[in-house]
């Protein structure tokens, strides 16, 4: 399934169908399986979108390095 995010530099909340639907995105338990949260890549990345959107870009680029965020944009 392709989800279509609305990520922005600022979070926002999610109202009516939407939240419904994102809520239904996620995993039903969080685990960890081989030191890794969630059973695969797909889960993680789904995790991830849905929580960036709900905090914003501005938000994660401040959790690492400065220079690993730029070569990432540089490579797209």
């Known amino acids: 399934m392709a989800i279509t995010w609305d990520i ?3 979070g926002r909340k999610w109202t009516g169908q939407e ?3 994102r809520y239904e995105l996620t995993p039903e338990k969080i685990e960890m399986i081989d030191g890794k949260l969630f059973w ?7 995790m991830l979108g849905l929580l960036l959107e709900n905090v914003g870009v501005d938000a994660a680029v401040k ?3 400065p220079v690993a965020w730029r070569e990432a944009v540089a490579q797209l």
């Open 19 to 21: 939240a419904r639907e």
């Open 8 to 10: 922005r530099r600022r």
């Open 40 to 46: 695969d890549d797909e889960q993680r990345l789904t």
């Open 63 to 65: 959790l690492g390095n």
